[in-house]
């Protein structure tokens, strides 16, 4: 039952992503037709620079007016992969507005303004499908909007930026600073010139907006997400962590509050137990735990970023908006009827791991002591070292509020001895 | 624009599965409304012994004579969780013909004769999911089916039994044999009384056959999968995978060959690295490789069984069904467009582990390897041990069609200086 008259896709965007979205449409056109049940062919590719030579991406399809392209009336689906808030704002809601299905990368736009594009969508009674705009090819928002769908997710945790992961992975085993760590990625192509989005953990706190969504099904924006970046973390902290078991990642954290009432997101980095299977989580891969009350523990893993990967995402999504076309139908549109509020940060239960320099003198560790019990903190444990008059104490909580955590330690810092707070890390994964 | 009519769920079987469905069903009742966009509810629940008390099921809901319940007509969705080939199959299709939507648990149905599941399901406009038929509550059909559909997979390769998991995690940890290893299985609840589809591995080869043909968009039957049992597998297989610094599991394993023009699936146990991440999926865990063209490596991780996961998934495809149901449209159907020839076994290329009792004398290595040299198998390591006129080999092989690795052991089996083959098993996982 092969249709014969292509679906057309306009695709915005060619750069690493869109050209191997042009590439595979051309190379596998025979497989997408057969599985979609019509062709699909590209009807125009929107750039910046149309001089550029594009392998496989005939010349005359080459614009710069995506304007023009995505209001010509006859694009089936617009594949959006240009990234940033305008102008794909403004195109993606054109696009619907002229009756075509949109599927994006755009992590940013969409935790930014998910709700303006999700309600042209459903105002034109087309798709929005946005596979790719977490975790490259891991499939991870259809199982969350989907496989799920019958389930109730209480936590998604996860290593969702490919770049930190690896100047983490780097700093881990060779023992390197991040500035040494940094360079290399840089060398490497897994960082980019200016990497500020990645390290100071935008891009992860946009995934982590979109999948807390999706997971408890309200609407949380970049703007909620607590973010902390991870351009603080020393060799010292990978030396503190490895005394303790532990591995330090940068996570992506989405819970459901213990009633029910709440949920938080945040992106910060914390220990984890080197036992926890995101621990072995190496180099540029991404890996999320999803948590649900029946199915129990999930993981998925797989390149998070990359062309070809980004893309394989892109045209399972393609593949969908399209049968969804030729069945006159649409998927599953935006699920925000909890209305669950997103909590502030002080409001996570948490642990906490701190070095303190200290004075050594007799009843430091009382008086630190008491310090916790005053803000309602339980210690879990505690080691002191000491030498040359120096001491240092390392403490590592038990779960409690981030607020009470963050008082003891504001409070710690007023202390006469206690010289200075060395670090401060988060402890999750347990 | 929530539709007040609900749609009709008729259960068929209400057993450890059923049961939790029925019950998520009543308890979740206003979340799965709100995702479906119409309320669900239960139509009728078949059952064997109607006797039984089940909670959260109302008496006047409950029959045996499932033939009238998927013939009412006013059922929107059958969910099938009995198992086994008959009535199954029967119910299955003739549920289609009264206009149903059916969601199946049921791995064997579905590997043996799938074909004529979904020519009822096409035949009739509705759809047929079943993804809690594969490693339970683990997202996996619908990302191969979906997610995966703009990519081109190569490589499936998987835990897919959690109860054979169970057993050889418990040999390698505690060194047990496999006797004393299926006894803790069956007191802990893994295993079932008569343990055979688990441990011959016609369980895992279901799962293979189901996997295989939604992978590489072809038909393959639990016929066309080569299967071998784990009851074999001893203490001393063990103690060899460590010293290769391996352990053992039965993996199910799916592979398009080199070519192209054909694809194979397969379920034994094999040694793979301890590096590799499948060796570290412990207790009656799932875990899932899929390696595609674009996309790379995924994996897919968690509780393969049991009757709150295996809900979960249920639920999951309950909720699209519904949805597809309102939409007049239906989910995607089988796609076996590639048509692709299953191997036998002996195309498969893979390496062998074996061990040979051999006589402690001069020559015997070079008589040896002289037989690997005749059937075109080249060695990678050799290890030699003797004591008191008793001598063993250690041999491991490169990659070579697992015909010539098996003409290669039956030539050595008829050796004079070859007294026994102590044991032979492959290595995956490179």
Same mark, same amino acid.
Request: aromatic share 4%; proline share 4%; glycine share 10%.
């Given at each position: 039952?092969?249709?014969?008259?292509?679906?057309?896709?306009?695709?915005?965007?060619?750069?690493?992503?869109?050209?191997?979205?042009?590439?595979?449409?051309?190379?596998?056109?025979?497989?997408?037709?057969?599985?979609?049940?019509?062709?699909?062919?590209?009807?125009?590719?929107?750039?910046?620079?149309?001089?550029?030579?594009?392998?496989?991406?005939?010349?005359?399809?080459?614009?710069?007016?995506?304007?023009?392209?995505?209001?010509?009336?006859?694009?089936?689906?617009?594949?959006?992969?240009?990234?940033?808030?305008?102008?794909?704002?403004?195109?993606?809601?054109?696009?619907?507005?002229?009756?075509?299905?949109?599927?994006?990368?755009?992590?940013?736009?969409?935790?930014?303004?998910?709700?303006?594009?999700?309600?042209?969508?459903?105002?034109?009674?087309?798709?929005?499908?946005?596979?790719?705009?977490?975790?490259?090819?891991?499939?991870?928002?259809?199982?969350?909007?989907?496989?799920?769908?019958?389930?109730?997710?209480?936590?998604?945790?996860?290593?969702?930026?490919?770049?930190?992961?690896?100047?983490?992975?780097?700093?881990?085993?060779?023992?390197?600073?991040?500035?040494?760590?940094?360079? *290399? $990625?840089? @060398?490497? /192509?897994?960082?980019?010139?200016?990497?500020?989005?990645?390290?100071? #953990?935008?891009? !992860?706190? =946009?995934?982590?907006?979109?999948?807390?969504?999706?997971?408890?099904?309200?609407?949380?924006?970049?703007?909620?997400?607590?973010?902390?970046?991870?351009?603080?973390?020393?060799?010292?902290?990978?030396?503190?962590?490895?005394?303790?078991?532990?591995?330090?990642?940068?996570?992506?954290?989405?819970?459901?509050?213990?009633?029910?009432?709440?949920?938080?997101?945040?992106?910060?980095?914390?220990?984890?137990?080197?036992?926890?299977?995101?621990?072995?989580?190496?180099?540029?891969?991404?890996?999320?735990?999803? *948590? $649900?009350? @029946?199915? /129990?523990?999930?993981?998925?893993?797989?390149?998070?970023?990359?062309? #070809?990967?980004? !893309?394989? =995402?892109?045209?399972?999504?393609?593949?969908?908006?399209?049968?969804?076309?030729?069945?006159?139908?649409?998927?599953?549109?935006?699920?925000?009827?909890?209305?669950?509020?997103?909590?502030?940060?002080?409001?996570?239960?948490?642990?906490?791991?701190?070095?303190?320099?200290?004075?050594?003198?007799?009843?430091?560790?009382?008086?630190?002591?008491?310090?916790?019990?005053?803000?309602?903190?339980?210690?879990?444990?505690?080691?002191?070292?000491?030498?040359?008059?120096?001491?240092?104490?390392?403490?590592?909580?038990?779960?409690?509020?981030?607020?009470?955590?963050?008082?003891?330690?504001?409070?710690?810092?007023?202390?006469?001895?206690?010289?200075?707070?060395?670090?401060?890390?988060?402890?999750?994964?347990?």
């Amino acid at each position: 039952m092969m249709r014969t008259r292509p679906l057309k896709v306009a695709l915005l965007g060619c750069g690493v992503v869109g050209s191997e979205v042009a590439r595979i449409m051309t190379t596998h056109a025979g497989d997408l037709a057969a599985r979609i049940g019509a062709p699909v062919e590209l009807a125009g590719v929107a750039v910046r620079r149309p001089s550029k030579v594009r392998e496989g991406v005939p010349r005359e399809l080459v614009t710069t007016d995506a304007k023009a392209l995505v209001s010509r009336g006859d694009v089936d689906v617009v594949v959006e992969v240009i990234g940033g808030i305008e102008p794909a704002r403004t195109l993606i809601t054109t696009a619907f507005e002229h009756g075509a299905s949109v599927v994006s990368a755009n992590k940013a736009l969409l935790a930014e303004d998910g709700a303006t594009l999700y309600a042209a969508a459903g105002k034109h009674g087309r798709d929005l499908y946005f596979e790719a705009a977490v975790a490259g090819a891991i499939p991870l928002i259809r199982p969350l909007r989907e496989s799920l769908a019958g389930d109730k997710v209480n936590r998604v945790l996860g290593i969702v930026n490919g770049t930190t992961n690896f100047i983490l992975d780097k700093m881990d085993t060779s023992g390197a600073g991040y500035s040494e760590a940094l360079d *290399e $990625a840089t @060398a490497l /192509g897994y960082a980019e010139a200016d990497p500020t989005a990645d390290v100071e #953990a935008f891009d !992860a706190a =946009a995934k982590a907006a979109i999948l807390a969504g999706i997971a408890f099904h309200t609407r949380v924006r970049l703007d909620d997400v607590y973010r902390e970046g991870m351009t603080e973390v020393t060799a010292a902290d990978f030396a503190s962590a490895k005394q303790m078991g532990c591995t330090i990642k940068l996570l992506a954290i989405c819970e459901r509050a213990a009633d029910g009432r709440s949920v938080t997101a945040r992106v910060h980095p914390a220990m984890i137990p080197l036992s926890h299977p995101l621990a072995s989580v190496r180099e540029a891969y991404n890996a999320v735990f999803v *948590e $649900a009350e @029946a199915a /129990g523990r999930l993981m998925f893993y797989g390149p998070g970023a990359g062309g #070809a990967p980004t !893309a394989s =995402a892109v045209l399972g999504d393609l593949v969908a908006v399209c049968r969804n076309k030729l069945a006159e139908a649409t998927g599953p549109g935006e699920s925000v009827y909890t209305r669950l509020p997103v909590s502030p940060m002080g409001e996570v239960v948490t642990r906490y791991h701190i070095s303190l320099d200290v004075a050594d003198k007799p009843g430091v560790l009382a008086q630190v002591a008491t310090v916790f019990a005053e803000h309602g903190v339980s210690i879990d444990t505690v080691r002191q070292t000491g030498k040359d008059g120096e001491a240092s104490l390392v403490v590592v909580t038990h779960r409690a509020p981030d607020a009470a955590l963050s008082g003891t330690v504001e409070a710690l810092r007023t202390m006469d001895t206690v010289r200075g707070v060395a670090s401060i890390m988060r402890v999750e994964g347990e």
